[in-house]
């Protein structure tokens, strides 16, 4: 069992940015401690936990960040309740399957149309770059769309099974530039609103736009 957060990551790297984003990474953890470390924090919403093949990330978000992804969900919720859409937001539930060896706490996710264990869309908003390979996480765990906010640009991703050879630097899936998920939305738009700091304009902006 796991004892403490600090016990865990005794050996690990940690890495402290300006932005006060904090990242803990250590490898060679089972699925047991995996599992034992999720149930300590199961009352800790402060930190998102990735687990690949025994390695363990552990981010915790900046204010910045947190703004960033909720402003996002506010907006693709207005987006969804707009066209009569129905989801089910899952928020940063955890996604696991042990036999894929693979877990991951998305920033925002939904499940579009009927409730599902494991979200339609995933969302992640990049401060700091990761350690570990979230596209091949979701990919294991059958995720159809990923969109990753970096450097003020969403970049979209959709799930090829049928032809994962031909996206092997995306781990299967590819980049596109509108979502298959959701057509109707206009990205270059959304992209423009989450920019800006004061949500109610950013709300008002969008939704003359949508």
Request: net charge negative; charged share 25%.
């Amino acid at each position: 069992m796991v004892s403490s957060l600090k016990e865990l990551l005794n050996d690990a790297e940690f890495t402290s940015t300006d932005d006060l984003e904090e990242k803990f990474v250590t490898s060679g953890v089972s699925w047991q401690k995996y599992e034992a470390l999720l149930a300590k924090l199961e009352d800790n919403s402060h930190y998102r936990v990735t687990y690949l093949d025994g390695i363990l990330e552990i981010v915790s978000p900046s204010i910045r960040h947190e703004n960033l992804k909720k402003r996002l969900a506010i907006l693709i919720e207005r987006y969804l309740y707009s066209r009569r859409i129905c989801f089910s937001p899952m928020g940063s539930s955890t996604i696991r399957k042990q036999l894929k060896q693979a877990g991951v706490e998305p920033d925002e996710c939904y499940a579009i149309g009927e409730k599902k264990d494991i979200p339609d869309l995933a969302i992640e908003v990049i401060i700091t770059s990761g350690s570990i390979e979230k596209l091949e996480i979701y990919r294991r765990l059958g995720v159809s769309e990923v969109w990753v906010w970096q450097i003020n640009r969403l970049k979209l991703y959709h799930l090829r099974e049928e032809t994962p050879s031909i996206f092997i630097d995306t781990y299967g899936y590819e980049q596109i530039q509108s979502s298959e998920l959701l057509p109707g939305l206009n990205i270059t738009l959304l992209e423009q609103c989450i920019q800006i700091s004061d949500d109610i304009q950013a709300i008002d902006q969008f939704e003359l736009g949508i």
